[in-house]
């Protein structure tokens, strides 16, 4: 009897779970960006909330959970319940760079999440301050072989796509620039344009809203054609880089076990932002490009990119306890 009591109490806690999937959403949705607010994350996160909301028809709300090379927000995700009502703005630093630069990491990319959809993707965009003089990659790799360690990049912390990009660049100019890491992309914005940091090689959706107004200058775009947005800017193939390769990506992953029918509407109506017209034009805005995936090939891009940055550093040396 006591069997047949539980084998009746699973089955009921089945139907439960299955009805609530298929009743997805009814509540408010969490989006957890793991980055403050202002970087290149949060700027093509917003936007992304309030439309993905629109067609869900629930709130959905934006939390910024910056801090440890983006791995507070993406543990706090891999740890949430698996449906559907929390999940994460995942990037290059939460897959692909963080778990491989940090020796204590609290989740697994792959096996502590459901990939859900690529959203975007983006170049990288050097810049400088407007003090310092530097208006070209060829002024940089010059004044910073002149002298050596003078010079400062910031970067949005250690293993995000500013870090590692500009690690990439050095290694290929054999310059030497010091890294003074921050919580977010956002972070040290403001220090740059009053001349305290020298440099980025950041995400463009962070670095082009400055350029475009003035207050930094624009070295070179990380791309195989100059932006339209950005028609005076040249390539760093143009500036004598062509092996420069260099940015990031965007997406939505949830935790792992979520049910199939939610990751399918979340992927479904996700996709439909990213390539309405409305999101294009912010995506273009910004110096963005947008996607839009199955589960499954973002899977094997989250697999690609891990393996790839592997590689980047493992041949820089680039290390954090």
């Known amino acids: 009897m006591r069997n047949v009591l539980l084998i009746a109490a699973a089955l009921a806690c089945s139907n439960l779970a299955a009805q609530a999937a298929q009743d997805y959403p009814y509540k408010p949705i969490r989006l957890v960006v793991p980055y403050p607010p202002g970087g290149a994350n949060d700027n093509l996160a917003r936007p992304f909330v309030q439309m993905l909301g629109e067609r869900l028809g629930v709130v959905v709300i934006l939390d910024n959970r910056g801090g440890a ?16 009502y929390t999940i994460l703005f995942c990037s290059t630093a939460t897959h692909a760079t963080s778990p491989q630069l940090f020796k204590r990491v609290a989740y697994d990319p792959f096996k502590d ?7 975007a993707t983006t170049p990288v965009l050097a810049a400088s301050n407007n003090i310092n003089g530097i208006t070209s990659i060829k002024g940089l790799v010059d004044a910073a072989k002149a002298s050596p360690g003078k010079f400062t990049y910031g970067s949005g912390g250690v293993g995000s796509v500013s870090h590692l990009s500009a690690e990439i660049f050095k290694a290929l100019a054999n310059i030497n620039l010091l890294h003074v890491p921050y919580k977010g992309g956002g972070d040290f914005q403001g ?13 463009a959706p962070t670095v082009s809203p400055h350029v475009k107004s003035g207050r930094m200058t624009a070295l070179a775009l990380a791309r195989p054609a100059r932006w339209p ?27 792992a076990k979520t049910p199939k029918a939610v990751i399918d509407r979340l992927q479904r109506e996700a996709v439909a932002v990213v390539t309405s017209a409305d999101y294009r034009a912010r995506l273009t805005a910004l110096v963005a490009d947008p996607a839009g995936s199955t589960p499954k090939e973002f899977a094997a891009h989250l697999r690609s990119e ?15 306890e």
């Not at 090379?69 to 559907?84: S, W, Y």
Request: proline share 8%; net charge negative; glycine share 12%.
């Open 306 to 320: 891990y393996e790839r940055y592997g590689k980047v550093i493992k041949a820089t040396g680039a290390r954090t």
């Open 69 to 84: 090379g983006a791995m507070i927000g993406t543990e706090l995700v891999a740890k949430a319940p698996p449906d559907g």
């Open 113 to 119: 999440f459901e990939p859900v959809t690529l959203l």
């Open 229 to 255: 947005d950005l028609p005076n800017v040249q390539t760093f193939a143009e500036a004598g880089w062509p092996q420069y390769r260099a940015g990031g990506w965007y997406g939505l992953c949830a935790p």
């Open 191 to 203: 220090d740059m344009i009053a001349g305290r940091i020298d440099i980025q090689i950041n995400s």
